[in-house]
């Protein structure tokens, strides 16, 4: 008898335990939710989806600390990548400042959290559409509303392309010829430093490198836009000298500059 009953108090325990981890698993989930879905939110959602952009709306594919990317796809069956800034987040408020101030397309932007996030999306959404413009191997960008971006998704059913730090390659200097083109082509043609460039903001596709997370990059005309060029280019040039890639950094900046 006393086995049986501490057979049943395991069960119980048990039954506890996952009723437990169950309550905490919907306590996150909804966390997430309201802090990503909240009302201003989802009315730029329905709005994108009345204007026909978006038409099925999958699950995340990618977080952040300010942003969730979500897999979602177009009336016409097209993969869509769906970027949400987080409007709760006041700390990210001292980044935009950073990356907007100097910046003449952004002159008049009310300083609220809200009104600069909207302003931080139009913003990537506008450096993303002048490299793609201009050539460079970016997503396709698509539409922007509010603190939602749309852009065309790159990977296949919702499994994003590796970033450039998780993959293994055969060929790291033609890779790095690539990205080097490419951040050339940037500057000289789309008149923008990205800012924040390294292995960590390149996706690997189809043996092709492709740029992503333009929202702090800046015209090429910004008081600091040298300083963060010569940034991208010790960081790309740090990650491909460790895989066996000759390369000096002064060289290419110099190289980049005089386009």
């Known amino acids: 008898m006393a086995e049986d009953w501490e057979e049943v108090e395991e069960i119980e325990e048990l039954k506890y335990k996952g009723k437990e981890e169950k309550r905490r698993k919907d306590e996150d989930l909804l966390k997430t939710v309201e802090e990503v879905f909240d009302t201003f939110t989802l009315e730029a959602i329905y709005k994108l989806i009345n204007r026909k952009v978006i038409d099925l709306f999958y699950g ?13 796809k177009s009336p016409r069956g097209e993969d ?6 987080l409007t709760s987040t006041r700390e990210f408020r001292r980044t935009i400042l950073q990356y907007i101030d100097g910046d003449p397309r952004f002159k008049k932007i009310r300083r609220g959290t809200r009104p600069l996030i909207y302003a931080w999306a139009l913003k ?8 793609y413009e201009a050539g460079v191997s970016v997503p396709k960008p698509i539409a922007v509303y509010r603190n939602v971006i749309v852009m065309s998704f790159v990977g296949e059913e ?9 993959v293994e390659l055969d060929g790291y200097e ?5 990205v080097v083109d490419n951040l050339k082509k940037l500057y000289c043609k789309a008149e923008l430093v ?11 596709w189809n043996e092709e490198p492709v740029f992503f997370d333009f929202g702090q990059a800046v015209l090429a005309t910004h008081p600091n836009a040298d300083v963060f060029l010569e940034r991208d280019v010790n960081n790309l040039v740090n990650f491909f000298r460790k895989r066996g890639v000759k390369a000096d950094p002064k060289a ?6 005089k386009c």
């Open 60 to 72: 995340v594919v990618d977080t952040g600390k300010e942003s969730r990317v979500y897999w979602a």
């Open 80 to 85: 869509l990548a769906v970027k949400i800034f």
């Open 124 to 131: 990537e959404f506008k450096n993303l559409k002048k490299a």
């Open 158 to 166: 919702g499994v994003p392309a590796p970033l450039l730090k998780d």
């Open 174 to 178: 033609e890779m790095f010829h690539k």
């Open 194 to 204: 990205h800012a924040d460039m390294s292995e960590y903001n390149i996706m690997v």
């Open 252 to 257: 290419i900046l110099l190289d980049i500059l």
